[in-house]
Nanobody, 127 residues
Framework: QVQLQESGPGLVKPSQTLSLTCTVS??????????WSWIRQPPGKGLEWIGV???????YYSPSLKSRTSISRDTPKNQFTLQLSSVTPEDTAVYYC???????????????????WGQGTQVTVSS
């Protein structure tokens, strides 16, 4: 069974960088053709996709967050990380990591649904 676990500081000061790690067990983050995403949910709002790192190490980000988002991985540790810079209180949310599978179609790669999620971790941006 694949398990994902988020970890990192629960409190970040404005203007600092939010850093979270997702530790994966039961499956390799390099296995074809899985995709590993960061998703967040602000209080009282819906889920927002932040970005993804693929099984091959390629990254893609939400246009609204791209300028200050970086996702990377540590394959020996089977971990991938999120760094969100210049945070404000609007970045306060529960942050999740999740897995989805990519399927090749005639027009491109179809992703989803998310089949495994971490439990989520609360991150509060406050001074």
């Amino acid at each position: 069974q694949v398990q994902l676990q988020e970890s990192g500081p629960g409190l970040v000061k404005p203007s600092q960088t939010l850093s979270l790690t997702c530790t994966v067990s039961g499956g390799s983050i390099t296995t074809n053709y899985y995709y590993w995403s960061w998703i967040r949910q602000p209080p009282g709002k819906g889920l927002e996709w932040i970005g993804v790192i693929t099984y091959s190490g390629s990254t893609y980000y939400s246009p609204s967050l791209k300028s200050r988002t970086s996702i990377s991985r540590d394959t020996p540790k089977n971990q991938f990380t999120l760094q969100l810079s210049s945070v404000t209180p609007e970045d306060t949310a529960v942050y999740y990591c999740a897995r989805e599978r990519g399927t090749t179609t005639g027009w491109g790669t179809l992703l989803g649904p998310y089949d495994y999620w971490g439990q989520g971790t609360q991150v509060t941006v406050s001074s």
